[in-house]
DNA sequence: ACCTGAACACCGTTCAAGT
DNA sequence: ACCTGAACACCGTTCAAGT
């Protein structure tokens, strides 16, 4: 009746497989080939075992991509928060984009598969700082879920529309003439179709995330027509 | 050495399949059945015909999405755009964001397929008057772009957000109880988190896109410190 | 308890062959 | 010119059987 019995005092054939290298494994494979490559089977093949072995420690694919992804955000290292209200929001802000423009697949998970709600406490302090920020500047609860909600959709929008643009640039360039805008219906496109690559290149994270700011925090009513 | 003709002036086998019957399965099984359902194998069975055949009318799945966004697009009606710049680049936005919530797949495209390149005219009108409107508001070519870039992000973001935290609300109550925040590490988070879900049902669309268009269109150094 | 091979129900895409 | 069946190279997932 003596039951075969590991150092960590499981009970059963003791484990091939653990749940730290088939994230590492996960990672490897997704810095190698990018994140649309990361398969079960191949990461299965990667690790030397069968693809089903691994649904003894994912729950499916999505489960996967968000252990990884909690992980992920576990390892990033928390700046300093600034005591001023509105910088603590820029600083909070930024590194939520870091993060994810430093691993863009992270922003598809997250938009893929559901919100904020599937993270878990160690990435969750740049929302506090974010709706904490906004409170401090002396905004209601509703205004200030509304400058996190706001923060967040620029930023899983950028990261995205940059992620793919960088790629696809030649798929761009093989579907459409950008100096072929009609003059007549698109006067503005057609004169400045030549600069727009150029244009397109700049960084626009930083301003459009201040004029987020500043307006969803600004007291109804003070906007624009002074 | 007749060749066989048909009404169009085409030579060889009359086509059984015509793009436009394409275009309309493929529309009739997204809204019926959702757009990660549509397939190339689920599209020719709809249709009566083989997989292979559809070949011949599309260069490959992506081309396919690439068509319907486009065919999609030259369907929206055209608003009456104000005089006023401000009202007009809002009145576009809006639009677009319109189009793009009515049929969230179309953002997923856009985004996962490159970006406004691969439209065509009829939908360009929209970039047009953003970009027009900036430039009248006394903005830089430098400018207007970003302005459209900002609001374009900001503008797929929501959609994608909202997308799928309406689809997948079941999925993070099950992973996430939102009332559990620790209230030492996130005070604010644990002060509000019974409130989170009615706040975050409210439309941050038309705040959002003010503050970025105001803070993107007013000149450096005038925001937020008066 | 953990791992396996085989199978199920799918994908997108290619290609030689038919009409 | 258009359409086909068969095939290729994959997917995620399940399940009975082994150790």
Redesign the pocket.
């Known amino acids: 009746m003596a039951r075969p019995t590991t150092p960590s005092g499981?009970?059963?054939?003791?484990?091939?497989?653990s749940r730290e290298q088939i994230l590492t494994a996960a990672r490897r494979l997704i810095d190698a080939d990018g994140w649309e490559?990361?398969?079960?089977?191949?990461l299965a093949a990667e690790l030397?075992?069968?693809?089903?072995?691994l649904?003894?420690?994912v729950r499916?694919?999505?489960d996967l991509l968000l252990q990884l992804l909690n992980e992920h955000t576990s390892r990033i290292e928390r700046p300093p928060l600034p005591a001023d209200p509105g910088a603590r929001i820029m600083v909070a802000a930024t590194t939520m984009h870091d993060v994810l423009a430093a691993w863009p697949w992270a922003a598809e998970v997250l938009t893929s598969d559901g919100f904020v709600g599937l993270l878990d406490e160690p990435s969750l302090w740049m929302v506090e700082a974010i709706v904490s920020g906004a409170i401090d500047s002396g905004a209601t609860p509703e205004q200030a879920v509304d400058v996190f909600r706001g923060i967040w959709c620029f930023t899983v929008g950028e990261v995205l529309v940059r992620a793919h643009t960088d790629r696809q640039r030649a798929a761009v360039d093989r579907y459409l003439d950008l100096t072929g805008f009609d003059p007549g219906s698109l006067p503005t496109l057609a004169a400045i179709a030549e600069h727009w690559p150029g244009l397109a290149a700049r960084d626009i994270y930083p301003d459009g995330l201040r004029a987020l700011i500043d307006g969803l925090l600004a007291p109804p009513g003070a906007a624009g027509d002074s």
């Open positions: 499981r009970t059963g054939r003791p484990r091939r497989t490559k990361l398969t079960i089977r191949r030397g075992v069968g693809a089903p072995t649904y003894h420690h499916d694919k999505d």
